[in-house]
Structure formats: structure tokens, C-alpha cells
């Protein structure tokens, strides 16, 4: 499986934009980014996902280097609700690719 | 749209009982998945299906058996059941295919004693 490397941490202010690097050297051409967040005592939750293109949906962006060996998540007003651990997996494709493999993930907290 | 199911939400069993995690969505998805979440750590796979009929092993896969009989359905089985067992158990599926996001369940919390 493809890895992903994302740091362990990040601290944002509440209201202010929040960028949450991941970096994926050894991505193929097929595979997708995935982000994924679970909040405190819930499932994860499906934040977003991209092949090339920046994506863009209600709760973040997704900006995708042009050699795809990195992304990054942006929320653009970070909230308390936002403070969760964060995870970058790459989906491939077809059967026993298309698994997510869950890393550490990037744990974001906010400040009031 | 009640998206993905899993019952029961808190279980406890003594060591050596069996019983059966059950998952259900109704979004015709594919593929199916289960994790197991041990506290403070990440998600680890246990088994996944790609479609009713075929299940395949994950990375954490002993002591669990899987079947999926249907599209709808994909069960989890502890054989006899282990301390060590003791984890949050999450449920996931999503449609064919690296363009499609997954949707999980909010968990069965088990605790072996």
C-alpha cells in the first residue's frame, strides 16, 4: 500500500484558516487522496476527496500538488467543532487496493 | 437514508463467549469493511468484502470471521472472545471504485472481561 506521512500535531485559532500537510511520495497514478476526521468518542467521517484537481466541498479544500506527491486540507475558518484527528489515506484502485489503511493522522486542536 | 447500522452500540461478554457484530447499510455500496479501534491508537482492518460473496482478511483478522451473503449485510463474528478483544468496533462501505468516499457506523463498544 501506498503510505502517507502527516505530522503528529497542529494548533489553530478558532476562526482563522488551517492548512494540514500530507505527503505521499509513493502515490501511483490511479490512486486517490482521501481525508477522513474523527471527532472526540465518534466513527470517522468522510472529509474529502481528489485524483488531481483542487476539490472543493462545504467543509474544506483540497489542494493537490501538481506532481501529487502532496496534498493539503484547508479549513478555511477553523471552529472548536473542527478540533479532531485528521487522516490522509490513498485509495487505489479495484479490490484488495481500494481498502483504506488508516495511518496516526494529524491530531488538530483549536483554541478558543 | 439511514446510511450505515451497527448494532449492538455497548456489548460486554466474559471471556470465551461468541457472539455476532451485526452491520448493515442500504445505500447499495460495494464494498464493506470492519476495524477495530483500541484506545488512543488509529484504526487497524480486520476484514473487508468487495462485493456479496467474496470477504478477504485485513491486518488484525484473528480471532474474527466474516460472511456477506447479501449486498446488505456484513457480519462480524468474535469465536470465543478475548481480553484482548476489547475495542471499539467500527463499520464501513462504500460504492465501487477509488472515486467514492467511505461511510462509517458509530461503533459497538465491546469490552471482554
Known amino acids: 500500500d501506498a503510505k502517507t506521512t502527516q505530522p503528529n500535531s497542529m494548533e489553530s485559532n478558532e476562526e482563522e484558516p488551517v492548512h494540514l500537510p500530507c505527503n505521499h511520495s509513493t502515490i501511483s497514478g490511479t490512486d486517490y487522496i482521501h481525508w477522513y476526521r474523527q471527532l472526540p468518542s465518534q466513527g470517522p467521517e468522510y472529509v474529502i476527496h481528489?485524483?488531481?484537481s483542487n476539490v472543493n466541498n462545504r467543509m474544506a479544500s483540497l489542494a493537490i500538488a501538481e506532481d501529487r506527491k502532496s496534498s493539503t486540507l484547508i479549513l478555511h475558518r477553523a471552529t472548536l467543532r473542527d478540533a479532531a484527528v485528521y487522516y490522509c489515506?490513498?485509495?487505489?484502485?479495484?479490490?484488495?487496493?481500494?481498502?483504506?489503511?488508516f495511518g496516526k493522522g494529524i491530531t488538530l486542536s483549536v483554541r478558543p | 437514508n439511514a446510511g450505515v447500522t451497527q448494532t449492538p452500540k455497548f456489548q460486554v461478554l466474559k471471556t470465551g463467549q461468541s457472539m455476532t457484530l451485526q452491520c448493515a447499510q442500504d445505500?447499495?455500496?460495494?464494498?464493506m469493511s470492519w476495524y477495530r479501534q483500541d484506545p488512543g491508537m488509529g484504526l487497524r482492518l480486520i476484514h473487508y468484502s468487495v462485493g456479496a460473496g467474496i470477504t478477504d482478511q485485513g491486518e488484525v483478522p484473528n480471532g474474527y470471521n466474516v460472511s456477506r451473503s447479501t449486498t446488505e449485510d456484513f457480519p462480524l463474528r468474535l469465536l470465543s472472545a478475548a481480553p484482548s478483544q476489547t475495542s471499539v468496533y467500527f463499520c464501513a462501505s462504500t460504492g465501487q471504485g477509488p472515486n467514492y468516499g467511505y461511510t462509517f457506523g458509530s461503533g459497538t463498544r465491546l469490552t471482554v472481561v
Open positions: 489515506i490513498l485509495r487505489g484502485l479495484g479490490g484488495a487496493n481500494s481498502k483504506l489503511t
Open positions: 481528489g485524483l488531481t
Open positions: 445505500m447499495n455500496h460495494e464494498y
